[in-house]
């Protein structure tokens, strides 16, 4: 059975699992730095940091942020050991499911195969890719933007809620204001 179980840092062991899955399943400039991510991780309401637990085994991690009327999926990953299997497919359905609301979340521009693989991965859990320009804010000092795009699960429209959609994350995940790309 999979399971989300929310985490603050307290919870030492599932804590350090997440933080090295992290390290392992994304490059340095698409995660904030460590020290912020527990500071945000404990002091930050509306983010949510969690492991995927399947059977009560810690097999991934999932973060986001609850907007109200929308959440922003930041972080999805799953253990390299449980890769391929369908867990990350399960995970993402049942939390999306159980979501009551609509969902965004940031992509790699699908211009090689691997990135084309994870936007058609998104796409089959019901997803759909948004084709406005975007780019990610840096989440380091020094790093610059990173050409993305958003993809979105349920009542969101690119033409009409695009605007309002990257305020809000520019604004609260990556505290610059919403100018468009860079």
């Keep these: 059975m999979i399971r989300f179980q929310r985490i603050t840092t307290a919870d030492a062991a599932l804590y350090g699992y997440m933080e090295r899955l992290m ?19 404990d002091a930050r309401p509306q983010f949510c940091n ?15 942020w609850d907007f109200g009327d929308f959440l922003y999926a930041e972080h999805f990953a ?23 609301r609509p969902v965004v979340l940031e992509v ?27 780019e990610q804010p840096p989440y380091r000092q020094g790093d610059g933007y990173l050409p993305m795009r958003l993809m979105a699960y349920g009542g969101l429209d690119s033409q009409k ?12 995940v990556y505290g610059v204001p919403a100018a468009g790309p860079r």
Excluded: H, K
Excluded at 108 to 134: C, T
């Design 23 to 41: 390290q392992a399943s994304f490059p340095a400039e698409e995660y904030r730095d460590l020290a912020q991510l527990r500071l945000y991780t």
């Design 50 to 64: 969690n492991v995927i637990l399947l059977d009560e085994v810690p097999v991934g991690l999932f973060t986001y």
């Design 108 to 134: 790699e521009m699908p211009e090689d195969e691997m990135a084309r693989r994870r936007v058609g991965f998104y796409e089959r859990q019901g997803f759909s890719l948004w084709p406005n320009d975007y």
């Design 78 to 100: 799953v253990d390299p050991a449980r890769r391929n299997g369908g867990v990350g497919r399960d995970a993402l359905r049942q939390w999306c499911a159980g979501a009551g």
């Design 161 to 172: 809620d695009y605007d309002r959609v990257v305020a809000r994350i520019y604004a609260d």
